[in-house]
């Protein structure tokens, strides 16, 4: 079994940034391949970015291209998302998922990721 626990979310201007944290517990956390997504209201939850076990592969939405950054610290068991020059479409729950693949690739699509974070707040205000 794998916990997830997001933190970092929060009210910010159009411009600013937040970095949202995922910290995990329970199975090797390394293991796993990690994803962020995203659910606005009225929306479904769409793919913001994915980094591989190692690190070494990352993907992103086309939407947060240039603008976001996912990393993992695998000694802290936590992964990041350092989120820069938010606009207000930003603004969503934001979720922290593992896909217990073990692969070192990235999946985007939400059924490929089997444990879930109870999401984070992020509102970006014009």
């Known amino acids: 079994q794998v916990q997830l626990v997001e933190s970092g979310g929060g009210l910010v201007q159009a411009g600013g940034s937040l970095r949202l944290s995922c910290a995990t517990s329970?199975?090797?956390?390394?293991?796993?391949?990690m994803g962020w997504f995203r659910q606005a209201p009225g929306n479904e939850r769409e793919f913001v970015a994915g980094?591989?076990?190692?690190?070494?592969?990352?993907k992103y939405a086309d939407s947060v291209k240039g603008r976001f950054t996912i990393s993992r610290d695998n000694a802290k068991n936590t992964v990041y998302l350092q989120m820069n020059s938010l606009k207000p479409e930003d603004t969503a729950v934001y979720y922290c998922?593992?896909?217990?693949?073990?692969?070192?690739?990235?999946?985007?699509?939400?059924?490929?990721?089997?444990?879930w974070g109870q999401g984070t707040q992020v509102t970006v205000s014009s």
């Open positions: 329970g199975r090797t956390f390394r293991n796993y391949p």
């Open positions: 998922a593992a896909d217990s693949r073990y692969w070192d690739l990235v999946a985007v699509s939400r059924g490929e990721y089997e444990y």
């Open positions: 980094i591989s076990r190692s690190g070494e592969n990352t």
